[in-house]
């Protein structure tokens, strides 16, 4: 979906470049709708797009 690896997927969630990551036991998912929302809004970095989803709320 985002095309790019692995690497660099958890490499810009731990930079807060991309929406915070679900953790199930060990295993760490994002909501495919967050995500589509996310690309939608233009990739903006975890604190705006947490501000930009509360003003959608």
Partial sequence: MLN???RQVY???K???MP???H???SVRWLES???AWLKA???DRQTW???KKELT
């Fill in 11 to 13: 490499r810009l969630e």
């Fill in 42 to 44: 233009g990739t903006p």
């Fill in 24 to 26: 199930l036991s060990r």
């Fill in 50 to 52: 947490e501000k930009m």
């Fill in 20 to 22: 915070a990551a679900v």
């Fill in 4 to 6: 790019l690896s692995t």
């Fill in 34 to 36: 967050e995500i589509n």
């Fill in 15 to 17: 930079e807060g470049k």
